[in-house]
């Protein structure tokens, strides 16, 4: 059987792509530049396609599954050693499970978590807090029309509950809220079931939830839910995050008002008399520990008498919002741990979900796993870290785990997997499309290109292509989506332009994808790396009164706190220059275009330029100017040539960006690329300039990071393009 399917991209070359799939052809077709048959919007995947690629995509299954025989160690011993049945004790006012291993105790009705038990320590939980204690699953919302991304706090106390599974392999415990109408106003519109499972011989328990938003609730928006536990403050003082970010913490004291001193927000504590002299100097704040999704796997904290691990690992990405490169807290003072699921860090309001009156919407966020560890020998206490990060693989590929009892969490032979190659086409830089080890391929709701950033309500599914551009998307569940992609190296955003519909059990060979980036004419000079992130510019060294001595000498840097007051002190008087072809952008490229302090709480907007030469003027030609940013806040950017008053500037992005990423020690936030036309009359043979003006000045915060520049000269023939690649790639080709 043939398939016919026809290709749209979003992208400003008329190009209609047709491909033809069939049981062992794949063959690309180039049309002419008419675009009159493009009824693509029709047209889908449907799992009806055989599966041509097995061999490109093996992995294990894991079915039978029991996670402490899979863990090295002294855990393995333990597991081993305590084969008892879980066990499970009901209480008026709590619950007991346990399984040998350890007891976890939850609050009936509640389903708080006020107690987990093991390896002699008698609770791993701080109940002692003056706020927030124990474990629990929270969310923040607020009604349609709030100002700002706090809203109400909500611990989602349970109403009633019930076991869902008992026998000596598994149990399985819910707590629900549902939606009550007499609440409106004091609780989030959502039916929610809160699960906790312990297995047999395992070493942790495992939490799920399930929110649902049905016909009769009302509009309502949530900006942030997450699983956080509060760890016992004089047990667990050392935090581990990857091999590079761990360190001693200071204590939740040293953050109070004599101990510590508050910088430019809240979060930010400058530790001037902390309880242990050691931390003295140093800053504090948890936006220091953030990463990305694709690298938020495991994390937790060290306690060394006795020796034990407490971490969180979660194995999937396909319930978090926004994506592989969102980025998100992690561990901090408190002691303190976090699963978060849905937030505007790094993204902002745009990552919010909002949902209409009667809106149906279900989602489940997790399972993720707590994960216990314990060494007998205080010396061997840092390989507890190690040993995290092995049972983190063991989740991995278990995944999706068999014995969650929902059927609103899919199994794994309910779940579909796509398989494909993709390939990069820049017209300018090669004549063939070429494979690009590394793009990100995946799935997520139907959208524009790129919107994969933004989308909260959905799931998403991402993988990278190997070096021959291959790409397997395992553990998919049933639903529409579209393919988006992209790839390290060049600017845009690809998406397939047809549904991908994915079913029960489906196996999808999707063929070759072929993305073209926005590329009119040959490039004449480029600054930085088309990577989505600010890394590769000059990130200066922190103020040395406000170090985090965890981030000296590291490669994310980037981290520390307060850079953005350092473009003040690097350029006190005029703003940065940039010359094509004499400087160097990873050393004269500020990270972030920021505004520079005048008074007390007095900015005045930047202007930077950057001067090149162009030896010949093509009259009549349109030069097209590429602006990548890798994060905005609260900016407008304006663009002007050859003239740096001129009014109306030549191009304007409007008021963009709320991810904050400056203030949150992020190197990006979301991504944004602009394309401004450049008619030939406004540049001149000889020296030229650009001046990019940030023209909002209200905040020490409100900037932009670029990502990538690049200016290119009006098209050149379809017949020459390739001819020009070795010099394009040359800055001094002018
Ligand atoms: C949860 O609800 C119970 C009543 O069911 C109440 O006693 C308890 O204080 C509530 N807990 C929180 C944290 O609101
Ligand atoms: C829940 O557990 C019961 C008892 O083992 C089983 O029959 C049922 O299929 C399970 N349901 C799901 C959705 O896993």
Known sequence: MWFFLSLFQANPLPFLIIILLQATTITSLEASSSSSSSSSSSSSFSSMLPHQNKEKCKWKQFSDYRCAEEVAGDQKKEGIAS?????????????????????LTLSVPGGAIIGIQYNGIDNLLELHNPQLNGGFWDLNWAEPGNIGTRGQFDVLNGTSFEVIMENK?????????????????????????????????????????IYEHLEDMPAFILYETRIAFMLKIDKFRYMAIADNKQRYMPLPDDRLPGRGEELAYPEAVLLVNPVEPQFKGEVDDKYEYSTENKDNGVHGWICFDPPVGFWQICPSNEFRTGGPTKQDLTSHVNPTTLAMFVSAHYGGEELSLQFGSGEPWTKVFGPVF????????????????????????????????????????????????????????????????????????????????????????????????????????????????????????????????????????CEMEMGDHVYEPPRDGPTLWEIGIPDRSAEEFYIPEPNPKYINKLYVNHPERFRQYGLWERYA???PDGDLVYTVGVSDYRKDWFFAQVNRKTGDNTYETTTWQIKFKLEIVY????????????????????????????????????LIGKDN??????????????????????????????????????????????????????????????TTITSSNNQNHL
Request: glycine share 8%.
């Open 83 to 103: 084969m008892a049945d879980v066990q499970l004790q009901i209480q008026d006012d709590h619950v007991v499970m346990d399984n040998g291993i350890l007891k």
């Open 169 to 209: 392999e598994q149990v399985e415990l819910s707590f629900k809220r549902p939606w009550d109408t007499s609440l409106q106003g004091n609780h989030s519109p959502l039916n929610i079931d809160k699960r906790f499972i312990m297995l047999h011989g395992c070493s942790g328990f495992y939490s799920y939830a």
């Open 370 to 505: 707590i994960y216990l560890n314990s060494v007998s020998d205080e010396k061997n206490a840092f390989s507890l870290w190690d040993n995290a990060k092995e049972q983190m693989k063991v989740e991995i590929q278990s995944w999706p785990y068999n014995f969650p009892n929902s059927t609103d969490f899919p199994k794994s032979d309910q779940r579909g997997t796509v398989t494909g190659r993709f390939l990069v086409h820049d017209r300018y830089a090669s004549e063939q499309p070429l494979p690009t080890n590394g793009a990100f391929v995946g799935l997520a709701l139907e959208g524009e290109a790129g919107s994969w950033q933004r989308e909260s309500k959905g799931y998403q599914f991402w993988t990278t292509t190997n070096e021959e551009g291959y790409f397997c998307i395992k553990n998919i569940r049933a639903g529409n989506y579209n393919l988006y992609g992209w790839a390290p190296g060049f600017i845009g955003d690809y998406r397939l332009d047809a549904s991908v519909i994915i079913t029960s059990g």
């Open 569 to 571: 002190d690097l350029y």
């Open 619 to 654: 009259q009549g030609g349109v030069y097209k100017l590429r602006l990548a940013l890798a994060s905005a806040m609260s900016s407008n950017l304006e663009v002007r040539i050859n003239d740096g008053q001129a009014n109306p500037p030549q191009f304007s992005s409007g």
């Open 661 to 722: 990423a400056i203030a949150r020690h992020g190197i990006h936030g979301l991504y944004y690329l602009f394309n401004v036309d450049i008619p030939s009359d406004q540049l001149r043979q000889g020296d030229n300039t650009i001046f990019l003006t940030q023209a909002m000045n209200t905040s020490p915060f409100h900037g932009i990071m670029y990502d990538y520049i690049r200016l290119e000269g009006p098209p050149l023939p379809p017949s020459s393009t390739t």
